[in-house]
């Protein structure tokens, strides 16, 4: 795989119909669309102006292993295409090769759905202040980093990019998606966590919490797509590195997110260019998950 870093994919012979923070998305027909994973970074929900070099197919290999590790609880998004069917020409492949998808074309679901099994993040702050997280009342005394006695789910909207996600109790849920497919994403995510979560402790990885993200087919199917248990979509924690009451370093971009609070940045674009350290040393911390995971080297 080559080391350099693509900030932007150019494919002339699709069109171009997203570009998120991370990922640019392609038309191919009507049922089914390209997805690529750049080397973009994002922070503090603002596109940082360096790409962490191999990052996009470090991701995209870690979704793929969850999606086939995942099929016996839901499907997944994956299209039975290959890269050569949507892209001939070998010039374009080559610019996005492993880090390019073929996936159907879904209607996604309004709420992103996060299961949390150790409280950090948000939910730490929440429950700081009122012992509640999105709506579920957890006990008192439990500290930063705490396992959780069972693993939450706590949904949140999906904001456009550049906003802030908005955390929302079961109840609100429902009333996005209806009491029936609500309960189905909550039963469905939490035993997608749970299933990771025991596979990835034999890994010497927990997994804190994640984000996942459902569509529904023409028929209805309840489907898993995006990224699915990344480090981006996740919060994962070397099992050595842990202790209650103090935040872990996590396989993801922390180092980034670390220097950035250190300079005088109101986190508002332009965002400023990172030191070659720092995106050496997250480059090197998406690598081990995803070996440490997978078990392959790219």
């Not at 049922?31 to 996009?56: C, E, N, W, Y």
């Not at 991701?59 to 949507?86: E, G, M």
């Not at 109790?169 to 009491?179: I, P």
């Not at 674009?269 to 350290?277: F, N, T, V």
Request: overall charge negative; proline content about 6%.
């Amino acid at each position: 795989m080559t080391q350099t870093a693509l900030f932007r994919s150019e494919l002339k012979s699709l069109q171009r119909i997203q570009q998120g923070k991370v990922r640019d998305i392609y038309a191919i027909d009507d049922q089914h669309m390209l997805i690529v994973t750049t080397d973009r970074l994002s922070a503090f929900d603002v596109v940082l102006p360096d790409p962490i070099p191999q990052k996009g197919a470090l991701l995209t290999a870690v979704s793929n292993f969850w999606f086939a590790f995942s099929r016996d609880l839901i499907p997944n998004h994956l299209a039975d295409l290959s890269l050569a069917d949507v892209l001939p020409d070998a010039t374009e492949r080559e610019q996005v090769a492993g880090r390019a998808i073929v996936v159907k074309r879904l209607k996604p679901l309004p709420v992103e759905a996060i299961v949390r099994g150790y409280l950090v993040g948000s939910a730490w702050k929440d429950y700081q202040k009122t012992g509640v997280v999105c709506g579920i009342a957890l006990p008192q005394g439990l500290q930063l980093a705490s396992k959780l006695a069972q693993p939450l789910f706590t949904p949140s909207t999906k904001a456009e990019m550049g906003a802030h996600d908005e955390n929302i109790d079961f109840a609100q849920a429902v009333e996005l998606l209806g009491q029936a497919l609500a309960e189905q994403v909550r039963a469905v995510s939490l035993k997608l966590y749970t299933k990771a979560r025991d596979y990835a402790a034999g890994k010497n990885i927990l997994i804190a919490d994640t984000k996942f993200e459902f569509g529904l087919d023409a028929n209805g199917t309840l489907t898993l797509i995006d990224e699915v248990l990344t480090p981006d979509s996740s919060r994962f924690w070397p099992v050595d590195g842990y202790c209650v009451g103090h935040n872990p370093q996590s396989f993801d971009k922390q180092f980034v997110r670390d220097y950035l609070e250190s300079l005088d940045w109101d986190k508002t674009p332009p965002a400023p260019h990172l030191p070659a350290d720092i995106i050496a040393k997250t480059a090197e911390k998406y690598r081990e998950a995803q070996q440490r995971l997978t078990t392959q080297t790219l």
